[in-house]
């Protein structure tokens, strides 16, 4: 080291001292608070602060309840998890159309999965209210395939569809 630079490192050790402040080893740990005792930064501390960060999901919740959405957050985690709920099978060959007022609008893809849906219906209902809740579903309406649409277009026309031009 320099001789300047001890010079420098000197006078700013002497005037620290002039001021009242401590030399600390390096990483020693210990900071000295400038503004006194219980002046420094609220909550800066290592006690729980209520800024600290907060979970999310328990705020959600409260949110939730506060609002009054329980069923139509239940509602749609019916739909998004549709999946999760009636396995990948049934998932494959029916969904949800409607979920409307409690009452649950299945679309089979056939009508053999229709009918196999309206014999798995209580086992269904039973599977429903484990994941969401009792009362969240109290009606599930299983429907066919629908049939073709013959209105296509703005400008449509009456009638019994394209066999009324056979012959």
Same mark, same amino acid.
Request: net charge positive; glycine share 14%.
């Given at each position: ?11 700013? !050790? ?6 009242? *402040?401590?030399?600390?080893?390096? %990483?020693?740990?210990?900071? !000295?608070?400038? *503004? %006194? ?7 800066? %501390? ?8 907060? #979970? ?6 409260? #949110? ?25 099978? #049934? ?5 949800? &159309? ?7 609008? #299945? ?10 849906? !309206? ?6 209902? !039973?599977?429903?209210?484990? &994941? ?5 579903? &109290? ?13 296509? %277009? ?14």
């Amino acid at each position: 080291m320099s001789t300047a630079a001890r010079q420098a490192l000197a006078r700013a !050790r002497a005037s620290a001292a002039a001021k009242g *402040l401590r030399r600390t080893a390096p %990483g020693s740990g210990r900071r !000295r608070n400038r *503004l %006194g005792p219980g002046l420094g930064n609220p909550g800066s %501390g290592s006690a729980p602060s209520r800024r600290d960060p907060q #979970l999310l999901g328990p705020i959600v919740d409260k #949110l939730v309840t506060e609002r009054g959405w329980s069923a139509p957050v239940s509602m749609g985690g019916v739909v998004g998890r549709w999946r999760e709920i009636v396995g990948d099978q #049934l998932a494959d060959h029916c969904e949800v &159309e409607t979920f409307d007022d409690a009452q649950l609008v #299945l679309r089979a893809d056939s009508t053999a999965w229709a009918t196999q849906l !309206r014999l798995l219906q209580p086992q269904l209902e !039973r599977r429903l209210a484990e &994941e969401v809740g009792e009362g969240v579903v &109290e009606r599930i309406i299983i429907r066919g395939p629908g049939g073709p649409s013959w209105t296509r %277009g703005k400008r449509t026309v009456r009638g019994r569809g394209p066999r009324d031009t056979y012959g």
